[in-house]
């Protein structure tokens, strides 16, 4: 049984991540995370922990700790 994923810290954000890539990720998310106003300091924890990551799932992960994760359409 695996557990239930916790909301996101900003659940009213959502970004579409069309690839794997790291970077592609982080990008997408400091960029929604500042039209949203979110601290800097706290953009960069984020952005530190997705480059961190060291698998595309592990990048999936981080993301969906602090904001919702569309697939791509």
Known sequence: MTAAQPS???SDLR???HSANRWAVAAAV???L?????DPAEI?????AVVAAET???VR???RRWVR???PS
């Open 8 to 10: 996101p810290s900003r």
């Open 15 to 17: 970004v579409t991540v």
């Open 30 to 32: 400091r960029q929604a």
């Open 34 to 38: 500042r039209r949203a106003g979110v």
């Open 44 to 48: 960069d924890r984020v952005v530190d």
């Open 56 to 58: 595309p799932e592990r």
């Open 61 to 63: 992960d981080v993301c």
């Open 69 to 71: 994760v569309q697939p």
